[in-house]
């Protein structure tokens, strides 16, 4: 049955040709499909648009898929899923492409790609688009005589582009070959290849419009191959269909043999396997009908011809291991039952230069006896028009739901905090409000702290956090900073509602002892006071010195950490880049030293967006036309060392109108840069924040002053991470870390970040971390927010969904 829907979460808009082939030699069948985006930056603002995120909206509701413009590589991920990692791939974007072809060029044991582009004339140029637009030039091409379609055709734009080709570098990651010689301009669409001079490597041939074909030699493989020809009898006399796998070590080999492939297009029937430094495989054919031939010690460099009759040790069938394995981890039906159900806002209506939305943030759960029984229970916060609600554990394992009546429903509470404020010996409760939809005026903006009476009753305190302000919170941490013997607060404002980029504020609250807090933030580090976009903060003692630090993580922020001094925060810098676009931070021992490391979740590497310490992803803030409504304009930094604007002419026209005058035309503003578009003036006043790492990663405590940053596993980048837990789940008693994340309220420009099914990392010591997921059974969709474990069930939250529950079985691994 029509199952796609289940198994990729987002496809291409407009799929044009597709290959599908094992990319990085795991034994699963990848699959490539182009589309139209262009990769040069001039390209891309002359001939592009995109939907909106209404017409997005109005699709889906409509029975579409979640569909983008970009290039789209599904990796398999052997449990029929697929997660879509063309971005982080580099492999997005390649002009209006048409064949996709996988094959080895240089013999390294890797398949390679090729795309052929071409478009003869550049129908989606925006200039023409905006020209025929023009009520005047239609008339003039539609007469009493008919329509002048020679006239209406000539005008459109035509420019040859370059054809791409990719080394694939095995780590999930590709290249683009600058000196393959495969980069003519042309209109090409359908390519082929095959060993045209029987020299063990694939030549090429590549079909044009209105021009003659392109016959490549290749002369650069410099690998070792295995070359077969496949036949079989009857009708099939290629034995299309077979399954190819050639095995050395721990490496193999896997080739699905179905030459029609790309767009329009047949290669030739011979399979030729690129080898590398490997001089010797066992080979394994699984042919159509069933038979299995299996053939050991065979040398490369060799040309040999297989059917199923002919081929030595051939068997009939395979044994099939009818052990149903138990999973680490084992899917329960969740005793919480619970849905968190979001509100519908649409950010980008107040925004229109903001590519993330900030309106699904939640929910961060609290766990804690709250009633004194000595079981854990639960707090989630509730999204504007729901409840928050108290989860209370009982001893038949389920949750009872109790309301938390005093909490404002009409408020976007998001995050959910408890300590024991009043010094009585239960646990209080502090209720961040966050979000974008209120404005920044509105009393629903004040958090929430509430009392407990000792049975899992709250009563709300009375006082207006933080600090008598409204605005949009989302992290909050206690800890006695003082030394004095009760619970302080740190509160983080999350964004300034309709102004994103501005900096905002992070406050110490200092406790009396009775619940009763004041803002001492001036007197530990006033630094905070401008601090950036805060998403996750910690009391932890990295150090040893038995005082409590201060670490804090926001977007475009670098890392904070604020090391007590004994009545004041000092900032301990990093040796290394960390300025992110940082979403959540865990601490634990990773490495087994005794003191704690740090985890950190950012946006991750498959994404449009890219960020390096020497070329950094910026965000420029000022109130450039003069309204009174800052805006937040994001940018690249290219290898000329200029910052360009991600958005497009009308985007950004759109918003700043005033730029119309200075560029009437997409042409004009194609290759335009920060410094073009602005006034000197504008971009020296300008707020300007950073990222320099995306990756997300852990930070290994070396003394509590010095660290050592450490991406996590490949697989952790990609999508954005925002939610962490650690927890043994193999019973080998080093701490595994449990991942999670997605963001669906994107902007369709940049696509949503859907590749996430959350991630199992465990830790064979020392902090080695392996992405081991489908092995150890976890396995779960959507836009996860927090991960807990409790009582030995480890819950998984998710915004706008419901919970989903695992039990780890340590013996499953023995």
């Known amino acids: 049955k029509e199952d796609l829907t289940n198994r990729i979460h987002s496809i291409s808009g407009a799929s044009m040709g597709a290959d599908m082939a094992d990319i990085n030699n795991d034994g699963y069948q990848d699959i490539f499909v182009t589309e139209m985006l262009p990769s040069e930056y001039e390209r891309l603002k002359t001939v592009t648009t995109f939907e909106d995120w209404d017409k997005y909206q109005y699709n889906v509701t409509n029975g579409y898929h979640h569909q983008f413009t970009r290039n789209v590589l599904h990796l398999n991920r052997g449990d029929n899923t697929f997660s879509e990692v063309s971005r982080l791939a580099g492999i997005e974007a390649s002009d209006w492409s048409w064949g996709a072809l996988f094959f080895d060029m240089d013999n390294d044991g890797y398949k390679d790609l090729f795309i052929a582009n071409g478009i003869y004339q550049d129908l989606t140029d925006q200039d023409y688009l905006q020209y025929i637009a023009n009520e005047s030039v239609i008339q003039a091409i539609v007469t009493n005589q008919g329509v002048n379609y020679k006239e209406l055709i000539d005008i459109i734009p035509s420019n040859k582009v370059a054809n791409h080709a990719y080394r694939n570098l095995g780590n999930l990651r590709f290249v683009k070959y600058t000196d393959s010689g495969l980069l003519e301009p042309s209109f090409s669409n359908g390519a082929a290849y095959g060993d045209l001079d029987n020299d063990g490597d694939l030549d090429l041939v590549v079909n044009n419009v209105n021009m003659p074909a392109f016959i490549y030699e290749n002369r650069g493989a410099g690998g070792n191959y295995l070359k077969l020809h496949l036949r079989a009898t009857g009708a099939n006399t290629f034995a299309i269909g077979s399954k190819v796998i050639l095995r050395a070590g721990d490496r193999n080999w896997t080739v699905e043999h179905q030459p029609t492939r790309g767009f329009q297009s047949c290669m030739d029937p011979a399979i030729v396997v690129g080898l590398g430094e490997v001089t010797e495989v066992e080979l394994e054919v699984i042919w159509p009908d069933g038979r299995v031939s299996q053939l050991g010690k065979i040398a490369a460099n060799q040309t040999l011809t297989l059917s199923p009759d002919s081929a030595p040790q051939t068997l009939t069938g395979k044994p099939q291991d009818t052990t149903a394995s138990r999973p680490a981890l084992e899917l329960l039906q969740s005793p919480l039952v619970y849905r968190h159900q979001e509100n519908v806002y649409i950010d980008f209506n107040r925004e229109r230069l903001v590519y993330h939305?900030?309106?699904?943030?939640?929910?961060?759960?609290?766990?804690?006896?709250?009633?004194?029984?000595?079981?854990?229970?639960?707090?989630?916060?509730?999204?504007?028009?729901?409840?928050?609600?108290?989860?209370?554990?009982?001893?038949?394992?389920?949750?009872?739901?109790?309301?938390?009546?005093?909490?404002?429903?009409?408020?976007?509470?998001?995050?959910?905090?408890?300590?024991?404020?009043?010094?009585?010996?239960?646990?209080?409760?502090?209720?961040?409000?966050?979000?974008?939809?209120?404005?920044?005026?509105?009393?629903?903006?004040?958090?929430?702290?509430?009392?407990?009476?000792?049975?899992?009753?709250?009563?709300?305190?009375?006082?207006?956090?933080?600090?008598?302000?409204?605005?949009?919170?989302?992290?909050?941490?206690?800890?006695?900073?003082?030394?004095?013997?009760?619970?302080?607060?740190?509160?983080?404002?999350?964004?300034?509602?309709?102004?994103?980029?501005?900096?905002?504020?992070?406050?110490?609250?200092?406790?009396?002892?009775?619940?009763?807090?004041?803002?001492?933030?001036?007197?530990?580090?006033?630094?905070?006071?401008?601090?950036?976009?805060?998403?996750?903060?910690?009391?932890?003692?990295?150090?040893?010195?038995?005082?409590?630090?201060?670490?804090?993580?926001?977007?475009?922020?670098?890392?904070?950490?604020?090391?007590?001094?004994?009545?004041?925060?000092?900032?301990?810098?990093?040796?290394?880049?960390?300025?992110?676009?940082?979403?959540?931070?865990?601490?634990?021992?990773?490495?087994?030293?005794?003191?704690?490391?740090?985890?950190?979740?950012?946006?991750?590497?498959?994404?449009?967006?890219?960020?390096?310490?020497?070329?950094?992803?910026?965000?420029?803030?000022?109130?450039?036309?003069?309204?009174?409504?800052?805006?937040?304009?994001?940018?690249?930094?290219?290898?000329?060392?200029?910052?360009?604007?991600?958005?497009?002419?009308?985007?950004?026209?759109?918003?700043?109108?005033?730029?119309?005058?200075?560029?009437?035309?997409?042409?004009?503003?194609?290759?335009?840069?920060?410094?073009?578009?602005?006034?000197?003036?504008?971009?020296?006043?300008?707020?300007?924040?950073?990222?320099?790492?995306?990756?997300?990663?852990?930070?290994?405590?070396?003394?509590?002053?010095?660290?050592?940053?450490?991406?996590?596993?490949?697989?952790?980048?990609?999508?954005?991470?925002?939610?962490?837990?650690?927890?043994?789940?193999?019973?080998?008693?080093?701490?595994?870390?449990?991942?999670?994340?997605?963001?669906?309220?994107?902007?369709?420009?940049?696509?949503?970040?859907?590749?996430?099914?959350?991630?199992?990392?465990?830790?064979?010591?020392?902090?080695?971390?392996?992405?081991?997921?489908?092995?150890?059974?976890?396995?779960?969709?959507?836009?996860?927010?927090?991960?807990?474990?409790?009582?030995?069930?480890?819950?998984?939250?998710?915004?706008?969904?419901?919970?989903?529950?695992?039990?780890?079985?340590?013996?499953?691994?023995?």
């Open 357 to 814: 939305g900030h309106s699904t943030e939640g929910p961060r759960v609290a766990t804690g006896d709250v009633n004194g029984d000595g079981l854990l229970d639960l707090v989630i916060p509730g999204p504007k028009g729901m409840p928050t609600q108290v989860y209370l554990a009982t001893a038949q394992g389920v949750y009872r739901p109790q309301e938390l009546a005093a909490a404002q429903v009409d408020a976007e509470h998001v995050n959910a905090h408890l300590f024991d404020a009043d010094g009585d010996g239960d646990l209080d409760l502090y209720l961040a409000s966050g979000g974008v939809e209120l404005t920044e005026f509105s009393p629903l903006l004040h958090d929430q702290l509430f009392f407990n009476d000792g049975q899992g009753n709250f009563g709300d305190a009375q006082q207006i956090f933080p600090n008598e302000q409204k605005m949009s919170t989302l992290a909050v941490t206690s800890g006695d900073v003082d030394g004095d013997g009760d619970l302080d607060l740190f509160v983080g404002e999350r964004i300034k509602i309709g102004k994103y980029g501005a900096k905002c504020a992070g406050f110490i609250l200092e406790n009396d002892g009775t619940g009763s807090f004041r803002d001492a933030t001036a007197e530990y580090y006033p630094g905070l006071q401008q601090i950036g976009m805060i998403t996750d903060a910690h009391w932890a003692d990295f150090n040893g010195d038995q005082r409590l630090d201060l670490i804090v993580v926001g977007e475009f922020m670098e890392v904070y950490l604020l090391l007590n001094e004994g009545g004041k925060l000092v900032r301990q810098a990093f040796d290394f880049p960390n300025a992110g676009w940082w979403n959540t931070l865990h601490l634990c021992d990773l490495d087994g030293d005794q003191d704690l490391d740090i985890v950190l979740g950012n946006l991750g590497t498959n994404t449009r967006f890219e960020a390096a310490a020497d070329h950094p992803l910026r965000l420029y803030y000022n109130d450039f036309d003069g309204n009174g409504f800052p805006e937040g304009i994001l940018t690249f930094n290219a290898d000329n060392g200029k910052d360009y604007p991600y958005a497009l002419r009308h985007n950004l026209t759109n918003q700043l109108r005033y730029l119309k005058k200075k560029y009437p035309n997409f042409q004009s503003f194609k290759d335009a840069d920060m410094t073009q578009i602005f006034e000197p003036e504008q971009l020296a006043t300008a707020t300007v924040q950073e990222v320099n790492e995306l990756r997300s990663v852990w930070l290994r405590n070396i003394d509590g002053r010095r660290f050592e940053k450490e991406a996590l596993p490949l697989e952790a980048q990609f999508s954005p991470i925002y939610a962490i837990e650690s927890v043994d789940v193999d019973g080998d008693q080093d701490q595994d870390l449990l991942l999670g994340g997605n963001l669906y309220k994107v902007q369709p420009e940049i696509g949503i970040y859907d590749a996430s099914y959350g991630h199992c990392l465990l830790n064979a010591g020392n902090g080695k971390l392996a992405d081991r997921s489908v092995a150890m059974g976890f396995r779960v969709k959507g836009e996860i927010r927090d991960i807990q474990s409790l009582d030995g069930i480890i819950y998984v939250f998710r915004n706008n969904d419901t919970v989903v529950a695992y039990r780890p079985t340590y013996d499953s691994l023995k």
